[in-house]
């Protein structure tokens, strides 16, 4: 059973682009959940999702930032038009139930440029 | 400040020595989870502790929560250079959303 993969493990973007975080969850979790980390700091909470539907965004930004969970593929976090400030390590973590143990990802490093 | 702040920022101690982490957090919880991050690795899941549980033991980690303190801390015995790494406490608030602390960062000389 393969872990959490995120892909890709490293991005550079200029400023302006369109950056896609793709996460697929452990084999049998439907519950995926998004963290972003700036340096020195702890990981923030971003948005919650369950297969096709958002649970909880509340620590997503209103603008530019967007996530989906499909019912086939991979969660997406999606930022448009990014920023110096976007730059930051994107964990995303599932889990097979709510109230339970989450296993992250490697993470994907986001470089504005 | 928010949920889940650790003490100290960061702890240097010695192969074989105990180390001490304490989390500190404002509101009610589910549970409380801590996570190791090795230098620019994700993150790996230590232990997790419900509200209504006070101790929990798992291998040379050594987990105690106290709900009327809003206050958790986290023993690794006889530490090793392998435990250098960054410890996180993280509250559940609900839904597994977790909020985390700045962490402590630990290093182990050998």
């Known amino acids: 059973n393969a872990g959490v993969m995120q892909n890709p493990r490293h991005l550079v973007r200029r400023r302006g682009q369109e950056a896609r975080l793709r996460c697929s969850p452990m084999k049998g979790h439907s519950h995926v959940y998004w963290y972003r980390q700036l340096p020195e700091e702890g990981l923030k909470f971003m948005v919650y999702?369950?297969?096709?539907?958002?649970?909880?965004e509340s620590g997503m930004p209103k603008e530019r930032f967007s996530a989906e969970f499909p019912k086939e593929g991979p969660s997406i976090l999606r930022i448009q038009q990014v920023v110096r400030g976007d730059s930051a390590a994107y964990f995303c973590?599932?889990?097979?139930?709510?109230?339970?143990?989450?296993?992250f990802g490697q993470g994907t490093r986001l470089t504005v440029v | 400040s928010q949920q889940g702040e650790e003490d100290p920022q960061a702890l240097s101690i010695q192969e074989g020595e105990n180390a001490t982490m304490n989390c500190s957090y404002k509101t009610s919880i589910n549970n409380l989870q801590w996570y190791r991050q090795n230098s620019g690795r994700g993150l790996v899941h230590l232990i997790l502790i419900r509200s209504n549980e006070r101790e929990k033991h798992s291998g040379r980690l050594r987990v105690t929560l106290d709900t009327s303190k809003k206050s958790s801390s986290l023993l690794i015995t006889a530490s090793r250079a392998a435990d250098t790494a960054s410890y996180f406490c993280a509250t559940d608030r609900g839904y597994s959303t977790l909020t985390f602390g700045k962490g402590t960062m630990l290093l182990v000389s050998p």
């Open positions: 973590a599932s889990s097979p139930y709510r109230d339970t143990e989450a296993f």
């Open positions: 999702l369950q297969k096709e539907n958002i649970i909880d």
